[in-house]
């Protein structure tokens, strides 16, 4: 990690970060690939499991390390900024300052937006439905129609709720992204006699061709936490048409 002693390292602090955000996305491609190659049958769960596990442990630890470590540097890098456009009265130094400060401002939103990709507390703070709900709040252009329900009871393992808590997070992504939507949704329903619960995100966008799809591994990610929590993605969409994702997770009660 470099320090921010002074308004030029402020650069190489964004770097710092986005080298931390790269590290991460190869975990879960390699846990896909082993657990397709190497994990006998009976092992498949327990493997499933842990792997999300330690790979959420470990995204915790890094926004934990980015907050305390580059977000407060970055903070006093601002406070100083501050002091020390009140103590130079040169126009030149003054508009370099402001540039400067732009530009720590830039890396605290980026340190804020990394730290929450890598880290979605509000699943431990709030259960699934209260996080999928800030999910669904947080994202402006559409607004996203929610229907989750009113008494949800289900309990189950912290690693299934964090695959759906990021399936819907790349999902509701995608929409703001890429699909010039009036309308988008949220809703998801237990069904008691298939024992499921089903996750359905929709938009009325411009849709896209999921058998023809040239970048991004979003969509591919989406499915390979799905699989391996024993759960099925459908992804239907045309063009011109919208799209729908539907998760459905197998309860076992
Ligand atoms: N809701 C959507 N509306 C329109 N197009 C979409 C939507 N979701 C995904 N796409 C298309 O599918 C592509 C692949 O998505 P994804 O795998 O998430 O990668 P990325 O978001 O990084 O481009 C996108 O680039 C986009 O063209
Ligand atoms: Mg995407």
């Given at each position: 990690?470099?320090?921010?002693?002074?308004?030029?390292?402020?650069?190489?602090?964004?770097?710092?970060?986005?080298?931390?955000?790269?590290?991460?996305?190869?975990?879960?491609?390699?846990?896909?690939?082993?657990?397709?190659?190497?994990?006998?049958?009976?092992?498949?769960?327990?493997?499933?499991?842990v792997?999300?596990?330690?790979?959420?442990?470990?995204?915790?630890?890094?926004?934990?390390?980015?907050?305390d470590g580059?977000?407060?540097?970055?903070?006093?890098?601002?406070?100083?900024?501050?002091?020390?456009?009140?103590?130079?009265?040169?126009?030149?130094?003054?508009?370099?300052?402001?540039?400067?400060?732009?530009?720590?401002?830039?890396?605290?939103?980026?340190?804020?937006?990394?730290?929450?990709?890598?880290?979605?507390?509000?699943?431990?703070?709030?259960?699934?439905?209260?996080?999928?709900?800030?999910?669904?709040?947080?994202?402006?252009?559409?607004?996203?129609?929610?229907?989750?329900?009113?008494?949800?009871?289900?309990?189950?393992?912290?690693?299934?709720?964090?695959?759906?808590?990021?399936?819907v997070?790349?999902?509701?992504?995608?929409?703001?992204?890429?699909?010039?939507?009036?309308?988008?949704?949220?809703?998801?329903?237990v069904?008691?006699?298939?024992?499921?619960?089903?996750?359905?995100?929709?938009?009325?966008?411009?849709?896209?061709?999921?058998?023809?799809?040239?970048?991004?591994?979003?969509?591919?990610?989406?499915?390979?936490?799905a699989?391996?929590?024993?759960?099925?993605?459908?992804?239907?969409?045309?063009?011109?048409?919208?799209?729908?994702?539907?998760?459905?997770?197998?309860?076992?009660?």
């Open positions: 990690m470099h320090w921010a002693k002074s308004p030029a390292d402020v650069e190489l602090v964004l770097d710092d970060l986005k080298y931390v955000a790269n590290i991460i996305a190869p975990h879960i491609e390699t846990a896909a690939l082993l657990y397709r190659l190497i994990a006998p049958e009976s092992q498949l769960e327990r493997f499933a499991a792997t999300i596990d330690s790979t959420e442990q470990e995204r915790k630890r890094i926004a934990n390390d980015i907050h580059v977000g407060q540097l970055l903070h006093s890098t601002h406070y100083r900024l501050d002091a020390a456009m009140y103590a130079s009265d040169m126009p030149e130094s003054q508009t370099e300052i402001e540039a400067a400060k732009q530009l720590v401002i830039a890396a605290i939103a980026e340190t804020k937006n990394t730290i929450h990709r890598l880290r979605p507390g509000v699943l431990d703070d709030l259960g699934l439905i209260a996080a999928l709900n800030s999910l669904a709040s947080s994202i402006r252009t559409p607004t996203v129609d929610v229907n989750l329900p009113e008494d949800y009871s289900v309990t189950m393992a912290s690693t299934v709720e964090t695959a759906i808590y990021r399936i997070q790349e999902a509701l992504s995608n929409i703001q992204r890429h699909a010039s939507a009036q309308f988008a949704s949220l809703a998801v329903h069904n008691a006699d298939a024992d499921e619960l089903i996750v359905a995100i929709s938009d009325d966008g411009i849709g896209f061709d999921p058998d023809n799809i040239t970048r991004g591994i979003g969509l591919d990610g989406m499915r390979e936490r699989e391996l929590v024993g759960a099925t993605l459908d992804v239907t969409s045309r063009r011109g048409h919208g799209a729908r994702i539907v998760l459905r997770v197998p309860l076992g009660r």
